[in-house]
């Protein structure tokens, strides 16, 4: 028996993923911030922040946090924690966002901690999700009988879902690869070049490796749809928040213009110190997270960035 499904945040993330289970048949309810804008959701089926994409009839809005099996968190993540705080705490969380909790360092599965969770994260972009787009996604979780009934719960035809018990890893490379790819756009943007987006790709996927075995993660979960699969979909994807935020500061707009213009969050701009500090307090080196976090805080103009990356001391690979 299908068991019901309810999506907390009608983002665009949030809403592709209810349109998704929605139209595999489930019962599923999203979640919108007031009633206002779920009132709009259910008159207009549809999200301005997902255009084209019709909600479905099965699918329900609501103010209220569902009283559902299953909930998939979509919220921004400096909301997690208050959001966490409504919900039951035998009821099963899907924790569906990417960073750190600015004022503790922490990650998605640590303020989860001490109730039933898992991460869902991978290489997705939401309006391809919600256009039935092939994907993949990994569910983490140490616990196997929680992992194996979410993937049973949440897989549909087109997106096909891994299991892995390292959610400290699975946690790190979504937070992280949001970093990496402002980078990425700063190197295109500034036209650097192919090379340079390569080698930072690559070496991004080796800091990410780090840092998760310094926490107690596996280094191979780097590797892996969580870590190198979402940081390639990031650093080249054009759709990607983080990457032409990246791109725009390279080509030498300020980062208070190119946030004055957005709506969405940029979720590596707020990542990229918490995470710097997280990795300092571990011993953990990570040369691509300190120069972009030295070049948002103004410290450090593209030049010096450069120059302090290509200037380190060298090293085998």
Partial sequence: MNETIGVVGAGAWGTALAVLNAQAGRRVTLWARNEDRATLLRSTRENPRLPGIRLPE????????????ILLLAVPMQHLRATLALIPAHTPVVLCCKGLETATLRLPPEIASGRPAAMLTGPNFAHEIAAFLPAAAVVATPDAALRFRLIDALRTPTLRLYGSADIIGAALGGATKNVIAIAAGIVIGAGLGENARAALITRGVAEIARLTQALGGRAETASGLSGLGDLLLTCTGTSSRNFSLGEALGRGQSLSAILAGRTNVTEGVTTAPALLA??????????IITAVTKLLAGELDIAGTMAALMGR???EE
């Fill in 58 to 69: 099965n699918l329900d809005v609501t103010s209220e946090i569902p009283n559902t099996d």
């Fill in 313 to 315: 001391a060298l090293r």
């Fill in 278 to 287: 997280r990795a300092q307090g571990a011993n953990v080196e990570m040369p």
